[in-house]
C-alpha cells in the first residue's frame, strides 16, 4: 500500500506546472465574495492528484476554518460549470470541490511539504508579489477608477497577510494550550518562514509604529480602527492611498481630512467621488489646511476622554515608501486650539 502511494506520488510529480500570471488568472473564481482557486486546480500545481491533494488538507482540517476553504454547494458547483465550461471540475467525484482563498492559500504553504512543495510556493508568492507590482508600476496606463479598485484589493490582501504575521506570537500561545492534543498544528516558524517570504525586506511597504517594525497598511489599519467619534487626517499631501487607508475607519465615525492637497500626486475628484460609491457608509469632509502644516497628525475621537493622537512621520499615501516613524503623543490637551483653528477652515475643494 506504501509503494502505490509512493508511485502515485511520483508519477504526479512528473509534469510540473508553471505558475504564471496568466495560469492563475484563468483559474480564479468569485464566489461568496471571495476570489478563490479550485482545489483540482492546486492539486496540479503541487503535483498531487486530487485525492492525495485532500487528503492531506483532510490531516490538517484543523487550520483552515471557513474562511480560508469551503465546500461547493450543488447550486455554486452547477453555476461554475454553466458559466466557466473549462474549470477542474472531475464528473466521477462523489464529493463538491473544495476552493481555498488566498488566505486558504497560504495557510497550505505550511501544509504541503518536500521540495516540489516548496518550489511551487515560492512560485506562487513571486507571481502575487508581480500582480502587486504591475498595478502600482502602472497606473498611468491603467484607468483611475480601475486602479482604486484594484488598489484597494491589493492592499487589503497584504493587510491581511500581514496581520498573520504580526500576530504570529500570540497565536503560538494559544496552541501552545492544545498541543498536547494535536501534533500537527501549524508552528511558528512554519508560518514565519512563509509570511517572511510573501512580504520581504525589499518591499515598500514598512514603518516603525509605536517602535515596532510593521506593515504600514496594518499600521494605519490599526490606528484608524480604534476610532469610535471621529478620525481627523492633517495631512498637506493626500492621494488615492490616503482614501484607500480610510476604508478601515470603523462605520459612522466622522471623518475629516485636512489639507491644502499640493504635490505631483494630488488626489481627484473623480477619485474621490469613486470611492465615496464604493464605501457608501463613510463620512468624510474636508478643509483646508492653511498652509502652515509641515508634519502630519492622525486625531482619534477630538474632544471626547478617548482623545488620542499620532505624529506621522510621512503622508499616508506614502507610508512605507521611505523608513519612516508613527508615534503616539500623550500629550494632547496642547492639540486643542491648533484643532479649534483648523475647524473653521475653508472646505476643501478637489481639482
Known sequence: MNQKKKSELTNSEIAVIEVTEEYLRDRIYYIR???????ADIAEIYGYTNKRFNEQVRNNIIKFDSDFMF???DDELEDLRTKFSSANISSKSRYNPHVFTEQGLYMLMTVL?????TKQSKALIRTFKKMKDYILDNQSLIGQREVMQLSM??????AEISKIRMDIGSVEKQMSDVMDQLNDVVTKSELADMMN????????GWLLYNTKYCSADVAYSSIYGQAKKSVY???????????????NVP???DIKLFSDNVGSGKLHNVEYNDFLREYPGLRITMLHTGGVFHDRFIVLDYGTKDERVFLC?????DAGARITTIVEDFGVQKYDPIIKKLLKNAVLVLP
Open 33 to 39: 465574495g471571495h476570489k478563490v482557486l479550485l482545489d
Open 71 to 73: 465546500e461547493l454547494s
Open 113 to 117: 511539504k518536500g521540495e516540489l512543495a
Open 153 to 158: 484589493q491589493t492592499i487589503e490582501n497584504t
Open 197 to 204: 517570504s510573501f512580504v520581504s525586506d525589499e518591499d515598500n
Open 233 to 247: 487626517v492633517i495631512d498637506n499631501y493626500i492621494g488615492l492611498r490616503t482614501l484607500v487607508m480610510l476604508k
Open 251 to 253: 462605520s459612522g465615525v
Open 313 to 317: 512621520g510621512a503622508s499616508s499615501k
